[in-house]
Structure formats: structure tokens, C-alpha cells
């Protein structure tokens, strides 16, 4: 109710002085000083664009020097290096446009305000200045253009063989990866319909496919610095979107349309920890597509190890199948003892008999 209140009292403040604003008009009209009322308004509003312009290029420039550290990060990966710097040299491009079309607009609202006695210029065209303004833009933008593609087809190409394989799975509201087997490298085949969460079958696992007995899925992710990377990206159910911000990846996670992107980091976990300064820090995985109210807590902790780090993290990890024995029951019979052999379940069971 007092919002109400309050809404009303500053529309009526407003029809007042808009009243009294047009109250003001007609008299100057009666007493015949209306133009020089014009005349000095326009001045001071020719003026007024002037001081606007300084101040807005000033504090423009004032902040993007004093806060540059703040809204850019470290670069952690090889064609990081290369988009930031197509991103920079398209920023001076724009931002010198930018500049020299807003001086423009300003310088010419005040050197051409309204002055009696003076009539407007009448041009119909320039054939030339048009050619300029149409071809040197067309050319400039074709270049841009062209580069930006070639970085991104070089980016969403074919991974090599020996390229670290992560499946990245998004939910609301939630990231999910999973990993295959240390051996194979060989991710498991997957089927929405048999996504289950009871079950311990969150991504929908093929459990009558070999490859899929030694795949892990843990709750963080890891990859090798200086080694290529090949994400698999998927959704489970709206549209998500992979962003890692200091490795420079950012992808869309589309239902029933998988998508990928390779990359080679090119600073673990520690070096960049020891860049910033910061003894805790840790890269993330987060979502910048909004999809629904907790897209805010859609945060994953990622660790860039050394290759010989990376691989004894994997060693330790847990197949998916050894956490969830109950599903070897859905295992077809003549697969099962390989199930067991390749998920570890067997070699646990020798452990366990050599120490009776």
C-alpha cells in the first residue's frame, strides 16, 4: 500500500511540473519572449552534450584502467592466448570507431544547435563517401570475421587420438563428468531412457556396452596441463551452457544435441595459484545459460594437474559400476565376469581372499 502511495505522489509531482512547465511556455509566448528563451536553451543544452561526452569518455577510460585487473583473468590455455587476442584487437578496432563516430555525434549537436537567421545545408548525397564508408568497413569486418572463424573451426575440429576424453553433463541444477576407463579411453555408450537417479545411473549408462564397466564418474574434475583435452557436452534436460573462464571454454550444453570442444591447458592448478597470489585458489566449471532459479549454484571445482598427477588421480578412482554393484544384475549374463574384471569388482575380491 505505501509503494502504491508513493507511486501516485511522484506521478502527481510530475504532472505538476509538467504543468507548470506549460504554464511557463504560454506566457512567454503572450509576452512575445519565447525565442530568446529558445536561443539560450539551445546553448546551454548544445553545451550540456559537450560536458556529457567528457564525462562519460572520461570515466569510460577511468574505469577500464582502474578496474582492467578486475574484469579480466589470467589466460590457463593455448588458444586462450589466441581468442584474447582477436578479442583485444576487435575492441581497439570498435572502441576507436566507437569514439570517433560519438565525438562526432556530440561535436556536431553543438556546432550546429540552433542559431536564428541560419538555414540547414541541403546534401543529397556523395557517391564517394558512401563507396568509403561501405567498402573500408566491409573489408575490415571480413578480416575479422575470417580470423575469428579459423581460430573457432581450429578449436571445434576433430580431437586427436590420444586426447583426454570428459564427458560433461549438465542438470538442473548441477554438473556431472564422467570419465572412461584408464586403459581404453573409451567412453561408454549412452541412453536418455535409461537415465535413473535411484538406480545410480544419473547419465544414462548402456550397461550392455564393454566399453562402459570401467568408466568413473567423480565429483570434481581433472585434466592434464599441456596435454589436449576433448570435452563431450550433453544436457539432461534444459539447455546449460560449459563455461570455463580461465581456460577460455564456453559451450552449450543442448538436449538431445551433443556438442564438444578440445583445448590444452597450459597451467596447473598450482601455477595459477601462485600467479594470483592466492594459496586456495582452484578453477571452476560453471553455467552461464540461465536455466531455471538454481542456476547460481551450478559450480564445479576443476583441477589442472601434471600428467603424472593426473594419472595417479585416476588410479584412484572408483568405476561407477564397483559403486553401484547392484547394477551388475542388469548386466547380460555372458558379460558379467568381464563387467566384474573391468570395473575392478574382481580384483577387490582377490585383494580381500589374499589377505585371509
Not at 563517401?129 to 579459423?150: C, D, H, Y
Request: with cysteine; hydrophobic share 45%.
Amino acid at each position: 500500500m505505501f509503494g502504491i502511495v508513493i507511486t501516485i505522489g511522484v506521478l502527481l509531482l510530475l504532472f505538476i511540473l509538467y504543468t507548470l512547465f506549460r504554464i511557463g511556455t504560454l506566457v512567454n509566448v503572450v509576452k512575445g519572449t519565447d525565442k530568446k528563451i529558445v536561443s539560450t536553451s539551445n546553448k546551454v543544452n548544445a553545451a550540456l552534450m559537450l560536458i556529457f561526452m567528457i564525462t562519460g569518455f572520461g570515466f569510460m577510460f577511468w574505469y577500464s584502467w582502474a578496474y582492467f585487473d578486475k574484469y579480466t583473468l589470467p589466460v590457463a590455455s593455448e588458444h586462450g592466448e589466441i581468442t584474447d587476442k582477436l578479442f583485444w584487437v576487435t575492441t581497439a578496432v570498435t572502441g576507436v570507431i566507437f569514439i570517433i563516430t560519438n565525438v562526432l555525434l556530440f561535436w556536431f549537436g553543438y556546432k550546429y544547435q540552433y542559431k536564428e537567421g541560419e538555414r540547414g545545408k541541403f546534401y543529397p548525397d556523395n557517391t564517394k563517401l558512401e563507396l568509403l564508408w561501405t567498402v573500408v568497413p566491409a573489408i575490415v569486418l571480413s578480416v575479422l570475421v575470417f580470423t575469428g572463424l579459423q581460430a573457432w573451426t581450429d578449436i571445434t575440429s576433430k580431437a586427436s587420438d590420444d586426447a583426454e576424453v570428459i564427458e560433461v553433463m549438465g542438470y538442473q541444477f548441477a554438473w556431472a563428468v564422467r570419465y572412461p576407463g584408464v586403459k581404453d579411453n573409451q567412453l561408454g555408450a549412452y541412453d536418455y531412457k535409461l537415465i535413473d537417479d535411484t538406480q545410480g545411473n544419473p547419465f544414462g549408462i548402456d550397461i550392455t556396452d564393454e566399453n562402459s564397466y570401467d568408466d568413473f564418474t567423480p565429483l570434481e574434475m581433472h585434466f592434464p596441463v599441456d596435454k589436449e583435452v576433448l570435452l563431450k557436452i550433453r544436457a539432461r534436460d534444459v539447455l546449460h551452457s560449459v563455461f570455463l573462464p580461465y581456460q577460455r571454454v564456453k559451450m552449450d550444453a543442448v538436449p538431445g544435441q551433443p556438442t564438444h570442444f578440445k583445448f590444452i591447458a597450459n597451467k596447473t592448478t598450482q601455477e595459477m595459484r601462485d600467479e594470483v597470489g592466492d594459496p586456495e585458489f582452484d578453477y571452476f566449471l560453471t553455467c552461464t545459460e540461465i536455466c531455471g532459479r538454481g542456476h547460481f549454484s551450478m559450480k564445479l571445482k576443476v583441477v589442472v594437474d601434471t600428467q603424472e598427477d593426473y594419472e595417479k588421480w585416476k588410479a584412484e578412482q572408483q568405476t561407477w559400476l564397483k559403486l553401484n554393484p547392484d547394477l551388475l544384475e542388469q548386466v547380460p549374463a555372458e558379460k558379467r565376469e568381464l563387467a566384474k574384471i573391468k570395473a575392478g569388482i574382481e580384483e577387490e575380491k582377490e585383494e580381500l581372499e589374499a589377505t585371509l
